[in-house]
């Protein structure tokens, strides 16, 4: 089965000040990676995704992520993060192995970035 | 384009009554999800959707809970009786046909069950 992990329940930067939101997964097969994320009382945002090709993606907003299969990491990046960047980040990952049941898109639990002007 | 619509955006029940919910897709999405989501957690699949098929609904308690999606478009889920546990957001998210297309979402319905 797969699965995702995001070990750090909240991230607290500053602005200006670079910004990592860790993430690992698990898939029996090949993955296909997401990252969402979700501002108070709205719904789920798309922001970037690692289907093939380049290992990092580049996405909306100015973030970016990068896929290392060795790792099983898909770590979301920010050079310079804005107050406004606040919000629940989520990664997501989809087995592309196996019957159409099994592809279904497996979230981990969640990262809060609080940006500190 | 418009986005994915969803009603009511805020339910307040009673244990063991029932609540339905209604989802717009995207125009031209094929595929609709539901998806449940607990303060605290992220969003757990209920059932998917492909046109008007159902694809996986694995993690949907068949007991209580029902969905569809009448001429492949609008879909409605409901839960009778509902339970204290049921208390969580519900997300409507829709996406193109292909396991490669990202999913857009709703901005869900919060459920209350006291």
């Known amino acids: 089965a797969q699965s995702v992990a995001q070990p750090e329940d909240q991230v607290n930067v500053a602005e200006g000040n670079p910004l990592t939101v860790k993430c690992t997964y698990s898939v029996s097969g090949n993955p296909y990676l997401f990252w969402y994320v979700q501002y108070p009382n709205r719904g789920l945002q798309f922001l970037l995704k690692?289907?093939?090709?380049?290992?990092l993606v580049k996405g909306s907003y100015g973030f970016e992520a990068e896929f290392n299969k060795s790792q099983t990491s898909f770590h979301l990046k920010k050079p310079s993060a804005l107050v406004s960047d606040s919000a629940l980040y989520f990664c997501?990952?989809?087995?592309?192995?196996?019957?159409?049941?099994?592809?279904?898109?497996?979230f981990g639990g969640g990262t809060r970035v609080l940006v500190k002007p | 384009e418009a986005g994915v619509a969803q009603s009511p955006r805020y339910k307040i029940i009673e244990k063991r009554q029932s609540v339905a919910f209604w989802c717009n897709p995207i125009?031209?999405?094929?595929?609709l999800y539901w998806y449940q989501q607990i303060l605290g957690q992220g969003p757990k699949l209920l059932i998917q959707f492909q046109n008007n098929g159902v694809v996986d609904d694995s993690q949907l308690p068949k007991d209580r809970f029902s969905a569809e999606r009448l001429k492949g478009v609008d879909s409605t889920l409901k839960i009778q009786p509902a339970k204290l546990e049921d208390s969580a957001v519900y997300l409507c998210?829709?996406?193109?046909?292909?396991?490669?297309?990202?999913?857009?979402f709703g901005p869900g319905t919060r459920l209350t069950v006291t």
């Open positions: 998210a829709s996406s193109r046909e292909g396991l490669n297309y990202e999913q857009y």
């Open positions: 125009s031209g999405h094929a595929t």
């Open positions: 690692y289907i093939t090709g380049d290992n």
């Open positions: 997501a990952v989809r087995d592309i192995s196996g019957q159409a049941a099994g592809n279904k898109l497996t």
